[in-house]
């Protein structure tokens, strides 16, 4: 059964920083294009950052870009998401998700909530 668990979400204040966990379960991760999704209260989901599963290469949304990093522990089937410099607007509930493509994602998480706010 293909699981995927989202920890790490939490109250931080602007400026600070979380790191974020997705445990897979139930299928390689490596073999998949995986990554992190993100929705706004009132706002439609974004997808934030992603390992391809063609190449490992990694996209960023450019809000995040230069303050977000995605990491992988292969042995653990566990991705990452160290988020630095936080901002209110990144205020939202963090999904892990995987599939076939970036574009594609099948497999999904019940996410996490992050709020930034002092």
């Known amino acids: 059964q293909v699981q995927l668990v989202e920890s790490g979400g939490g109250l931080v204040q602007p400026g600070g920083s979380l790191r974020l966990s997705c445990a897979a379960s139930?299928?390689?991760?490596?073999?998949?294009?995986i990554g992190w999704f993100r929705q706004a209260p009132g706002k439609e989901r974004e997808g934030v950052t992603c390992?391809?599963?063609?190449?490992?290469?990694?996209k960023y949304e450019d809000s995040v870009k230069g303050r977000f990093a995605i990491s992988r522990d292969k042995v653990k089937n566990t991705v990452y998401l160290q988020m630095n410099s936080l901002k209110p607007e990144d205020t939202a509930v963090y999904s892990c998700?995987?599939?076939?493509?970036?574009?594609?994602?099948?497999?999904w998480g019940k996410g996490t909530l992050v709020t930034v706010s002092s």
């Open positions: 998700a995987a599939g076939p493509g970036a574009a594609s994602m099948n497999y």
């Open positions: 139930g299928f390689t991760s490596e073999n998949y294009a």
């Open positions: 390992f391809s599963n063609t190449d490992d290469s990694i």
